[in-house]
């Protein structure tokens, strides 16, 4: 090969110069730019390494860019970690096109973090009593429409906590007025539904969910056969590996790039699956549920809904967990009454290291 750099990446929430663009961030880059958008709020579902987060860094790059801060925009990337409203409040009370109100947000943030250099004019008891991030981020949030500003906040791998249902539930107050802020965030189906669930957050479960489905058979075939100068047949047989997962065609596709002249795709599979194993296969399965696992265990010998049924301890759950682990991205329907696996080489993982 005459690549010195390898095209394909590891890293997470970095696309590399072999990524396959889906075009899913143009749809809520689009909507985005219209004076009165139909849409405020995205949800970017998917299993974890189908590249979620790849698109969300794609919005996130062109809301920063230099020409879309000279319209007004500001966008901030918050922690799902971490509590995301706090966050925000400290992110705006730092920005310098709202300086006039910074003083008043420092002082306040100050004493709520039980700063000792604080400047205030008041006793720290004082403003502990009456600090409160919602009212705050009202006054920073208000300043900052007044001023012709967007905002955009985004939130990655986002999961239902009490930090994550305070902000979405002071968000919703700025949707049923008409501000200009708009809210994308990433995460598991499993995750965001249980976020949509929580009572007051109609506005959450009702918002657009874009699904990061399996990457293009033919476009998987056409990078491989480009970035390596193989034969269609080659290429073919390696994208076939894939099922269109993209973090499996980011690893097999280093793996290729990487390996020796005289080896064999066959010669990668172990490398293969142990990336695949332990670095995405072992937790996507620890977030399943136990029933969801218990059908996986079942589906190892078992495709067809008959037999599925008749060597499950619950038949009466397995539409539940059938519909669940579909748009979870683990298993896809093959044709009526039969599902298989949609990871590569998942099945023998679960056989070797579930069972």
């Known amino acids: 090969m005459n690549q010195k750099q390898n095209p394909f990446t590891h890293t997470y929430g970095s696309a590399g110069r072999a990524y396959i663009d889906m075009h899913l961030s143009d749809r809520v880059i689009e909507n985005f730019s219209y004076d009165i958008p139909s849409e405020y709020v995205y949800k970017i579902v998917g299993v974890r390494g189908s590249g979620k987060t790849v698109v969300l860094s794609d919005i996130i790059k062109h809301f920063k860019s230099e020409e879309r801060h000279k319209e007004g925009w500001l966008v901030y990337d918050l922690s799902s970690a971490r509590n995301p409203l706090h966050t925000l409040v400290s992110y705006l009370a730092n920005e310098d096109s709202l300086k006039e109100k910074k003083k008043i947000s420092n002082v306040s943030l100050g004493a709520n973090l039980g700063l000792i250099n ?60 008409n501000k200009p802020i708009y809210f994308v965030c990433t995460g598991l189906f499993s995750n965001v539904e249980s976020l949509g669930r929580v009572r007051n957050l109609t506005f959450f479960k009702r918002a657009e969910s874009i699904s990061v489905r399996a990457l293009s058979d033919v476009s998987i075939t056409t990078r491989y056969k480009k970035f390596f100068n193989i034969d269609m047949e080659e290429a073919r047989r390696l994208a076939t590996e894939t099922k269109g997962y993209a973090y499996a065609y980011q690893v097999l596709g280093s793996l290729y790039f990487n390996k020796k002249p005289d080896d064999t795709i066959e010669m990668l599979m172990d490398d293969y699956n142990e990336i695949l194993f332990s670095e995405s296969y072992e937790r996507i399965w620890d977030e399943l549920t136990k029933g969801e696992q218990d059908l996986i265990k079942v589906l190892i010998l078992y495709k067809k809904r008959e037999d599925i049924l008749s060597h499950m301890d619950k038949p009466q759950n397995y539409s539940i967990y059938r519909s669940s682990l579909i748009k979870g991205g683990i298993i896809h329907d093959v044709s009526r009454g039969e599902v298989d696996f949609s990871l590569p080489h998942f099945e023998d993982y679960v056989k070797y290291f579930c069972l």
Do not use: H, P, Q, W
């Open 118 to 177: 604080a400047k205030v004019n008041t006793n720290k008891t004082n403003m502990e009593l009456y600090y409160d991030d919602e009212v705050e981020a009202d006054i920073l949030l208000n300043n900052a429409f007044d001023k012709g500003k967007k905002i955009l906040i985004c939130i990655d791998d986002i999961s239902k906590t009490d930090d994550t249902v305070a902000f979405c539930s002071v968000y919703a107050k700025y949707i049923r007025v």
